[in-house]
């Protein structure tokens, strides 16, 4: 089967640096992605990684070891509006491959 | 950038019924499109995947015929639940294939169906 592990949830200060793990079992491996979900919201794309090593987006920076199939979205300088579920999901088969998410970590930022 | 529109965003239906949700690609033509369904508090469920001129490929547990999927065009796909029940309601939620070198896929806004 296939199966994505990440935390269901994290809590954090405004202004801290927060990880958020992904773990992997899947058939097959074409990339790691990371969304962010609002309530009520679509998912919105975050970051990819298809090779190993760091992908850094302003605040946003994901890490991918496929030898450990495992990978991490790190969120620095956290600020309120990060509140939100955030989703590891791998595309199993190509470049257009369908993705299957992980059951989503929801980020909660205090003041 | 890459924009999915998704209509309608909200829809009560009663049961018995059938709802039609459609998906478009607006500034790109996606040949593959994805159709998810997601519970209050729960991670989305991959329900099928859209070809364009192809019929769809569902997932394992997916009723073919309660959930009618067609990709008339490559900016186009629909979902037509059926026979609409209660236990359908849900969140369903269309995602693209951006243009080439576009790695993340584009979500539409979500369709929040509620059957009475």
């Known amino acids: 089967g296939q199966s994505l592990e990440q935390p269901s949830e994290v809590t954090a200060v405004e202004g801290a640096i927060v990880q958020i793990n992904c773990t992997y079992q899947?058939?097959?491996?074409?990339?790691l992605s990371w969304y962010q979900q609002h309530d009520g919201g679509a998912p919105t794309f975050l970051s990819y990684?298809?090779?190993?090593g760091l992908e850094e987006t302003g605040r946003f920076s994901s890490f991918l070891s496929r030898s450990d199939s495992y990978g991490y979205l790190l969120l620095q300088e956290l600020q309120m509006k990060d509140s939100a579920s955030y989703f590891c999901?791998?595309?199993?088969?190509?470049?257009?491959?369908?993705?299957?998410f992980g059951q989503g970590t929801t980020l909660q930022v205090k003041p | 950038g890459a924009v999915v529109s998704q209509h309608p965003s909200r829809v009560i239906c009663k049961s018995g019924t059938s709802v039609k949700i459609e998906c478009r690609s607006l500034?790109?033509?996606?040949?593959?499109m994805f159709w998810y369904r997601q519970f209050p508090k729960q991670s989305l469920m991959l329900m099928a995947t859209?070809?364009?001129?192809?019929?769809?490929?569902?997932e394992q547990g997916v009723e073919k015929d309660k959930f009618l999927i067609n990709h008339a065009s490559l900016t186009l796909s629909t979902l037509t639940v059926t026979s609409a029940h209660p236990e359908d309601s849900s969140f369903y939620i269309c995602?693209?294939?951006?243009?080439?070198?576009?790695?993340?896929?584009?979500f539409g806004s979500g369709t929040r169906l509620t059957v009475v």
């Open positions: 859209s070809n364009e001129g192809s019929k769809a490929t569902y």
């Open positions: 899947t058939s097959g491996f074409y990339g």
């Open positions: 990684n298809a090779l190993d």
């Open positions: 995602s693209a294939s951006g243009p080439a070198g576009n790695y993340g896929y584009t």
């Open positions: 999901a791998v595309k199993g088969s190509s470049n257009t491959g369908k993705l299957i």
């Open positions: 500034d790109f033509q996606a040949t593959t």
